[in-house]
């Protein structure tokens, strides 16, 4: 018997779908990334503290090309610790054929790896690279005095921390590093700070299993007319990313003998 001949079919288009992870708040992010990293701050509202924006959220972004008008892309995320991804329960529904957007508004409390998964129904039809947005925390500066006497000047600062509470034990038990730099050039800002080994961190004050305060003392010499409007100084504590989700992977220059001034992370 002759065979029938059936007119050729298209093939469905292939599914693709990329993301991307960025830090649209965060202050000095090059293109949403800090040393090439979605970086957030852990706890920070623009209602509280005076922040100026909401440095804890990110960006979870991408498009999907291949799937049909209907089908859904959802989030799925694993925290720091977690083995395998779970739905965020966030979901966009694809409104054209062909090639189209989504966007997700994410505020992890620890690193946290994300990717998207296209469905149709309950069949997946593809899924996204994963990134990760890490999370850093911001001492928050209070009660900072200078206090002058023949020449012998120091600062003093209450700083007060908030931090997740599964990784409170590892960050509370940091040693801090202090930088400084008397500048009377201001407005015109240094390049660098240098490390003061002569300042000091007293012991924290547990506020809650969330909080805590330290009180940072920045002794330096000087006879310059009203030294506070010229001293600039910053803390900072190691990176410990792998042991509790806090911080960035590799070393950002914590601890090293200067950091610049303008680098928007160094740990």
Known sequence: MAGTMLPAQAAPSAYAVTLAATSPNYPGASHGKVDGFALVVFGTRPSVYHWPKNWSIATIAGTVTG???G????LFARPFGAKSY??????RTLASTGTDK????????????????V??????????PA???????APIPSRVRTHCASGRCKITALLKVLVPASAYRTESRKHWYFYFNLDTRLPRLPKYLSLDRSASASHLRRLNSGEFEITATIPFSTHVSNPAR????????KDAVTKDGIGLPGRHGCGASRVRFNSPYIG
């Open 67 to 69: 799937a049909a008008a």
């Open 71 to 74: 089908d859904v892309a959802t």
């Open 86 to 91: 779970a739905s965020t329960g966030m979901t």
């Open 102 to 117: 989504y966007s997700f508004t994410v505020k992890p409390r620890l690193a946290t790896s994300y990717r998207v998964e």
């Open 119 to 128: 469905q149709t129904g309950t069949t997946t039809d593809a899924t996204s």
């Open 131 to 137: 990134q990760t947005v890490y999370v850093t925390l």
């Open 230 to 237: 010229f001293a600039i100084w910053t803390g900072c504590t």
